[in-house]
């Protein structure tokens, strides 16, 4: 679950870390009262979206030449002008993909007096199990363009769970931002800081860009993003009321009731699948017979019949899907029980598409003689590659 970054500032102050002053608007009025509470004389006006790029995004209403979605303004009425150009209007980033999202939330910040800007992150490492910080002078700039062009200006190190964070992981944040004096011994405190926030709230990200250094010589974390492990929001109730569903996918939020594991692809072919590793088989073997997969979707190892049910409704409600492949292993899944879900879901919502049941493992008989005797027009496969082939086909016929 990801966060808006007025409401990623929120947790940060909650841990002392140091944050400009800002107001959250939904509204123009509410943003020119919001930039008359702060002390000025300079604003920025900020799009509240779920992607990155926003300062260089464009809006897709306006003219080609009109600024992005973060926006300096140097009077109350700047602030005016570009609340009512941002609000209700499309934003397209490299994060968006040209679809965009709309803005429907801005956040209005008091400028500040920049000196350096600097990139720091807070992520899981897989390899090492550890919590590890990414840190880079290169503030300010796409990080995955700084890995591409300049590695050599990127340090990471992990932090032991035994021992937590320590002196020493601060003086290793100060050393890579050429840090001394004052501002290292910030850097020691900011470090310690943004750990403790990232394992209190079961983060999965936190991303400070940029980290500045200001005029006076205080470093300061002028943008943050903060991403959640969904597994461990049962334990954050301020976290899960953060949750802004105008910002995901509808699909997806529908999922989420369901406990499935969905995520929304751009392909035609529709996938339900139970176990991660055979959903990311399934994604790739369509790929390799030249069709594109329309989504994720893991039902999991004890889906009940209505899982299955509501699974099937998510991906028939995507306009994108004209086939749907259903490839299933029973093991602690029942064949039987996912033939029955498919069934109800199709005599529920109709089926005008192409659809590839393929069926293996406990009760695989009975599932087949479930779907055989069901009248409807379900194509059977034999093993995974025998399914992804039919579906293809079946998929390209309809075009």
Known sequence: MNIHEYQAKAVLKEFGLPVSKGVPALTVEEAVKGAKELPGPLYVVKSQIHAGGRGKGKFKELAADAKGGVRLAKSIEDVRASAEEMLGNTLVTVQTGPAGKQVNRLYIEDGSDIEKEFYLSVLVDRETSRVAFVVSTEGGMDIEKVAHETPEKIVTFSVDPATGVMAHHGLAVAKALGLSGDLAKQAVSLTTKLYTAFVAKDMALLEINPLIVTKDGQLKCLDAKMGFDA?????HPDIVALRDESEEDPKEIEASRYDLSYIALDGSIGCMVNGAGLAMATLDIIKLYGEEPANFLDVGGGATKEKVTAAFKIITADPKVKGILVNIFGGIMKCDVIAEGVIA???????????????EGTNVELGKQIIRESGLNVIAADDLDDAAQKIVKAVREAK
Do not use: W
């Open 231 to 235: 597994n461990a929001l049962y334990r």
């Open 345 to 359: 879901a199709v005599q529920e919502v109709g089926l005008k598409i192409p659809l590839v049941v393929r069926l």
